[in-house]
């Protein structure tokens, strides 16, 4: 069972920034992708950024491309998002991810979420 803590969360200023982290208790050897996605009130969950654990290859939603940074730890079972410029729109519940192989196909592994509000 793959388990993932988020940290880093809280409260910014338009124009602020933050940093979460997220660490997964799993093998790293069997974690290809880790990356986060985002829920705001009475909205679907959307992917932000995501990042392969082999090669490094990265994703961003265009609404965080220039502002947000996703990046790996040197265990590559934890990964990175600094989010700079924040915007109020950013303002959301921020849910890691880890995706590993399974019998079935891939799996996606959750965190239990971060809030992360943006507010003058």
């Known amino acids: 069972q793959v388990q993932l803590v988020e940290s880093g969360g809280g409260l910014a200023q338009p124009g602020g920034s933050l940093r979460l982290s997220c660490e997964a208790s799993?093998?790293?050897?069997?974690?290809?992708?880790m990356g986060w996605f985002r829920q705001a009130p009475g909205m679907l969950r959307e992917a932000v950024a995501s990042i392969t654990t082999t090669g490094g290859s990265t994703f961003y939603d265009d609404s965080v491309k220039g502002r947000f940074t996703i990046s790996r730890g040197n265990a590559k079972n934890t990964v990175y998002l600094q989010m700079n410029n924040l915007k109020v729109e950013d303002t959301a519940v921020y849910y890691c991810?880890?995706?590993?192989?399974?019998?079935?196909?891939?799996?996606?592994?959750w965190g239990h979420g971060i809030q992360v509000t943006v507010s003058s």
């Open positions: 799993y093998d790293s050897d069997r974690i290809y992708a």
């Open positions: 991810n880890a995706d590993t192989p399974s019998p079935l196909g891939p799996a996606r592994h």
